[in-house]
């Protein structure tokens, strides 16, 4: 799904921002931290709350290689059914923490981020896949990071809300 696609890239391109941050050093070994409600796929994401009255319906997500890898390129393959059109003025809300420190935290416009992604609003009602491939820095602090999106429309229907988080070690 385009929208699940975004938010992936959202989520990976914000843990690929906070971790360039490389005061650290370089990392490679990671872990990932899985809690309840999983989004269905080889992925680390979860759903905020029941996914029932959201408006995207995540059939899978599957990253690849999942634990995804500092220096290497991190491939996303997403599909899921939009039950509305997603029109200019949706939002997302992202959250990225670094431990218990907040990396970032902004509203920012859907239709623009999914420029970034080749898309364009609006997104059609219905089934879609979609594969995209994110390169990752070579150097990630080691630590926790936790990511929260949550994605409404422009009539503040939810689309999506995902959590992650991703715990990358010094190797």
């Known amino acids: 799904m385009k929208s699940i696609m975004l938010l992936s890239t959202l989520f990976l391109s914000s843990l690929a921002a906070a971790s360039s941050l490389t005061f650290f050093g370089n990392t490679h070994d990671q872990e990932i931290l899985e809690g309840d409600n999983k989004v269905p796929g080889d992925n680390p994401l979860t759903y905020c709350s029941d996914p029932k009255d959201y408006l995207l319906a995540i059939d899978h997500v599957n990253l690849a290689p999942n634990p995804p890898e500092a220096g290497k390129n991190l491939t996303v393959e997403a599909s899921g059914t939009l039950a509305q059109e997603i029109e200019e003025g949706a939002y997302v809300l992202l959250i990225v923490k670094y431990?218990?420190?907040?990396?970032l935290d902004q509203k920012a416009d859907l239709c623009a981020q999914i420029k970034n992604v080749n898309l364009e609003c609006p997104l059609r009602e219905g089934l879609t896949s979609l594969t995209k491939e994110i390169p990752l820095p070579s150097?990630?602090?080691?630590?926790?990071y936790s990511v929260h999106a949550d994605a409404y429309t422009k009539d503040d229907k939810r689309i999506t809300c995902l959590d992650a988080s991703v715990h990358f070690s010094r190797h």
């Open 139 to 144: 150097e990630i602090p080691p630590g926790k």
């Open 99 to 103: 431990g218990f420190i907040t990396l």
